[in-house]
T-cell receptor
Framework: SQTIHQWPATLVQPVGSPLSLECTVE??????LYWYRQAAGRGLQLLFY??????ISSEVPQNLSASRPQDRQFILSSKKLLLSDSGFYLC???????????FGQGTRLTVV | DQQVKQNSPSLSVQEGRISILNCDYT??????FLWYKKYPAEGPTFLIS?????DKNEDGRFTVFLNKSAKHLSLHIVPSQPGDSAVYFC?????????FGTGTRLQVFP
């Protein structure tokens, strides 16, 4: 069966510090991978999605970047965090051609 | 530019009654619509979906209706139960991307 791991669950970082959130998927090959952010009043905002290794599409201009160094690994990064980067970050995966996406447990990021 | 909108941020319903959650979209290219349920500090879980070629899909207490001409879909929960209390997100799909709405917090009270 397929599983998705996302860590850490919570993170408190000072403004200006770097960020690295990792997501891995097990039990499937060549998944589509997504990073979403849930912020107050904004619902679930799609940040990045990837259809393959090294292929990253950015949906919104922002202070964050994403990378996919391996087939089932998706990393969300920032060189210098801003206060506005605080939020609940969710990694998700889907199979190409299928619509349903499966989410990780999320990371609560607080930038102070 | 919010392509998927849920205009009601919250909804309160008595147990046993019907809950109706609404969602509007702007992009006519969306070909699939989904509803997700989310509890605090957890990832969303899939609830029910509907293809753009259909106008209704039913799964137990949950029914989703799609009105393509109005670019509107709704989720009906009947009868509502206290365990249904959560945030509900509608989502629309196009080319493997899922675009979510802002969510509606449903509270079912006894």
């Amino acid at each position: 069966s397929q599983t998705i791991h996302q860590w850490p669950a919570t993170l408190v970082q000072p403004v200006g510090s770097p960020l690295s959130l990792e997501c891995t998927v097990e039990g499937t090959s060549n998944p589509n991978l997504y990073w979403y952010r849930q912020a107050a009043g904004r619902g679930l905002q799609l940040l990045f999605y990837s259809v393959g290794i090294g292929q990253i599409s950015s949906e919104v201009p922002q202070n964050l970047s994403a990378s996919r160094p391996q087939d089932r690994q998706f990393i969300l990064s920032s060189k210098k965090l801003l206060l506005s980067d605080s939020g609940f970050y969710l990694c998700a995966w889907s199979v190409w051609g299928d619509t349903e996406a499966f989410f990780g447990q999320g990371t609560r990021l607080t930038v102070v | 530019d919010q392509q998927v909108k849920q205009n009601s941020p919250s909804l309160s319903v008595q147990e046993g009654r019907i809950s109706i959650l609404n969602c509007d979209y702007t992009n006519s290219m969306f070909d699939y619509f989904l509803w997700y349920k989310k509890y605090p500090a957890e990832g969303p879980t899939f609830l029910i979906s509907i293809s753009s070629i259909k106008d209704k899909n039913e799964d137990g207490r949950f029914t989703v209706f799609l009105n393509k001409s109005a670019k509107h879909l709704s989720l009906h929960i009947v009868p509502s139960q206290p365990g249904d209390s959560a945030v509900y997100f509608c989502a629309a799909s196009f080319t493997d991307k899922l675009i979510f709405g802002t969510g509606t917090r449903l509270q079912v009270f006894p």
